[in-house]
């Protein structure tokens, strides 16, 4: 079920960092340098992220404790994550296509690895579907669903959603907030949703499939900024 809460980003509280996309170890390191929690390895050919096993499998073996190496599929086979779980010291699947709560379970079971499943949004209707994926996955991602015209990809496309949607929502699992977020937005993007972790992939990079070092910078303080420095609580 799904309860209806006031947003609150209480004093002092920690936002963790997902950046996603990440394909050289200069980006990695200045990920992890920056406090990213969640280091994100795109494999999904299509986009201009995606890294192939070898890159991925060095990367992931620079990943420190304490910071999780999060692989990115969209709609994958078994036989493409057994290729990479085998070859790439993965911490969690994330599944951002249309993998549904079924599928979700089946991948969580055979993998034996956390499970977030991406949820792609537009209007309050697309979260009709939440209780049945929060109840099999580990945690959720909500990102903004892809313009139906023109040729998008499932995720990584710089376009935000209208946030109040999210505004009061609570589910039983961890969830992060993605969609267009940028050191610009990330501030208002957490005092309307009062997400406590933030994806980010097209908003920190030089051009896509580079992540800029500075702007990772940049946006890891933005987000600290927002958790220590303000208590925004919908009355």
Not at 175 to 204: H, I, K, R, Y
Not at 210 to 227: G, H, L, N, S, Y
């Amino acid at each position: 079920m799904i309860r209806r809460r006031r947003p609150r980003i209480f004093l002092g509280m920690r936002v963790d960092v997902k950046i996603c996309g990440l394909t050289s170890p200069e980006a990695l390191a200045a990920a992890i340098d920056s406090g990213a929690r969640y280091v994100g390895l795109v494999f999904y050919p299509p986009s201009p992220r995606a890294v192939g096993l070898e890159v991925a499998a060095e990367l992931a073996r620079m990943v420190p404790t304490g910071v999780r190496a999060v692989g990115l599929f969209v709609d994958p086979t078994d036989e493409a994550l057994e290729a990479t779980v085998r070859s790439v010291p993965l911490d969690m699947l994330q599944l951002h296509g249309h993998e549904t709560p079924e599928r979700v379970a089946a991948i969580r079971a055979r993998f034996a690895m956390p499970v977030m499943k991406a949820v792609r949004v537009a209007e309050p209707a697309d979260l009709d579907h939440v209780p049945a994926h929060a109840a099999v996955a580990d945690r959720l991602l909500f990102d903004a669903k892809p313009p139906q015209n023109v040729a998008a990809l499932p995720g990584g496309n710089g376009i935000p959603f209208d946030w109040s949607i999210l505004s009061g929502r609570h589910w039983p699992v961890p969830w992060m907030l993605s969609g267009g977020l940028t050191v610009d937005n990330v501030g208002q993007a957490l005092a309307e949703t009062g997400a406590a972790a933030v994806d980010v992939s097209s908003g920190v990079e030089a051009r896509p499939g580079v992540k800029d070092p500075a702007k990772i910078a940049a946006f890891m303080r933005a987000v600290t900024a927002a958790a220590v420095g303000s208590e925004v609580s919908a009355l």
